[in-house]
């Protein structure tokens, strides 16, 4: 268990600013003076989330942090079933996970889930990402399958920061890739979403 001065650490290095790329050379600690990097990018993204009215944190866990967009909670988006508890169909993740050579990464993703028997909003919401590449990165498939699928994705970190790039440093990656997420990709996403008119 994590005693409380580690505890204070790690929220000592998730409250620093974002800095440009030449600061964050100068803040560049040892290796490995924090062993748990996930509990400092999970605590991050919550706190991410939770700082920016555009969004709701949803359902999380150790190892993913997922929200939605509150203007996207309209009655259509919010008819899901079986998961998540919250309705949500189209639902936004953050996964520190391994890839298949074992190596660590995060990944924000925006994934389609589970709409009511007869109803087709997963078959339209899945077409229009389909047809708005960028800012849509769906998965392509012939046909929809049943399962959870994504519909757009963005690497907040790869293998190599996560294992090279010092706690601050990669605190600051993180909060670069997030900015550029809010101010360029979300927006692009939503204004997508926006021009459905069968939607709102």
Known sequence: MRDEREEHHIYDIIALPTVSQETVQTLDLPHGI??????ITHQLILQLV?????LVQDVCDQEVVRF???DWDVPVLKAGVKWPPSGRILLFSVQN????KGEPILKLQLGLCWEPEGT???????RMALSNEPPFT?????????????LYRRTLLTPQSYNKMSDRALVAEIRKEWMLF???DLPELHAVLKS???IW
């Not at 996970?97 to 298949?100: A, D, E, F, G, S």
């Not at 909003?121 to 899945?126: A, G, N, S, V």
């Open 120 to 126: 087709d909003t997963r078959e339209k919401l899945f």
């Open 50 to 54: 939770e700082e920016n009215t555009q």
């Open 182 to 184: 809010m101010e360029h």
């Open 68 to 70: 939605g967009v509150k």
């Open 34 to 39: 924090y062993a748990d990097r996930q509990a």
């Open 138 to 150: 769906p998965d392509h498939h012939r046909t929809l399958p049943l399962r959870w699928i994504r």
């Open 97 to 100: 996970y391994k890839t298949k």
């Open 196 to 198: 459905q008119q069968w």
